[in-house]
């Protein structure tokens, strides 16, 4: 897979702007073309992150002159997925029947971040999916008109995902009120850009998702219908 992604210009980069630049908080200005990234008032967090968008080997080899999509990466992702289902059926006469029915399905699957590390870009990164469900039924035909057909169904599911920027010091970036945990902290946190591809971890990773469901039925013609 070839994404595309919006990235700062090398201009941008440069702290050179085509029009007028505004400090929000002080109200300075910097005129167009006058670069400000060596500002006192820049913080050394973005300067180090200007700098690892610097540092992406196909920034620009064909779109210097792009200012949208101008980022191609080959990502890379691997999906192993393992599933199966088996039914029994089981006929005690020509009134009584029953089968029982499995299921279970794994999957592993990793999504490498399209910017690398430490940019990340968003990426789900490590997931894992357990889902296995048993399924058993009883059917009775109690007249020429009445049948009686009771079901259960036990589901199960784990899963979850995991950023690969978890325990990854190696920025040096040190954002204040974050997890310092090492086993949810690490990498750079989401950060959204109004124009640009978002740089960072995703904000909901890691999660996990662990819901169980027991479903029993009963249907019978004529009589009534129990669903819970």
């Given at each position: 897979?070839?994404?595309?992604?919006?990235?700062?210009?090398?201009?941008?980069?440069?702290?050179?702007f085509?029009?007028?630049?505004y400090?929000?908080?002080?109200?300075a200005?910097?005129?167009?073309?006058?670069?400000?990234?060596?500002?006192?008032?820049?913080?050394?967090?973005?300067?180090?992150?200007?700098?690892?968008?610097?540092?992406?080997?196909?920034?620009?080899?064909?779109?210097?002159?792009a200012?949208?999509?101008?980022?191609?990466?080959?990502?890379?992702?691997?999906?192993?997925?393992?599933?199966?289902?088996?039914?029994?059926?089981?006929?005690?006469?020509?009134?009584?029947?029953?089968?029982?029915?499995?299921?279970?399905?794994?999957?592993?699957?990793?999504?490498?971040?399209?910017?690398?590390?430490?940019?990340?870009?968003?990426?789900?990164?490590?997931?894992?999916?357990?889902?296995?469900q048993?399924?058993?039924?009883?059917?009775?035909?109690?007249?020429?008109?009445?049948?009686?057909?009771?079901?259960?169904?036990?589901?199960?599911?784990?899963?979850?995902?995991?950023?690969?920027?978890?325990?990854?010091?190696?920025?040096?970036?040190?954002?204040?009120?974050?997890?310092?945990?090492?086993?949810?902290?690490?990498?750079?946190?989401?950060?959204?850009?109004?124009?640009?591809?978002?740089?960072?971890?995703?904000s909901?990773?890691?999660?996990?998702?662990?819901?169980?469901?027991?479903?029993?039925?009963?249907?019978?013609?004529?009589?009534?219908?129990?669903?819970?």
């Open positions: 897979m070839s994404p595309s992604a919006t990235l700062p210009t090398p201009s941008q980069l440069q702290g050179v085509k029009t007028d630049v400090d929000p908080y002080t109200g200005k910097y005129a167009a073309g006058t670069p400000i990234l060596g500002a006192s008032d820049i913080s050394p967090d973005a300067k180090t992150i200007v700098g690892f968008i610097s540092q992406l080997p196909n920034l620009t080899p064909n779109l210097a002159s200012t949208t999509n101008n980022f191609t990466q080959l990502q890379r992702s691997n999906n192993k997925s393992d599933k199966g289902d088996i039914r029994l059926d089981y006929t005690q006469d020509s009134r009584n029947s029953y089968f029982l029915r499995v299921s279970d399905l794994k999957q592993n699957a990793t999504d490498f971040p399209i910017f690398g590390s430490p940019l990340d870009g968003g990426s789900n990164g490590k997931q894992r999916i357990l889902d296995q048993v399924a058993v039924g009883y059917t009775r035909v109690i007249g020429s008109n009445q049948l009686l057909d009771a079901r259960l169904g036990i589901s199960r599911t784990k899963a979850g995902k995991f950023s690969l920027a978890i325990g990854d010091f190696s920025s040096g970036l040190n954002f204040p009120g974050l997890p310092t945990d090492p086993t949810v902290a690490g990498g750079i946190p989401s950060i959204t850009i109004t124009g640009f591809a978002g740089l960072g971890r995703q909901t990773n890691p999660q996990f998702q662990n819901p169980a469901l027991l479903n029993p039925r009963s249907t019978t013609p004529g009589f009534c219908t129990i669903i819970l």
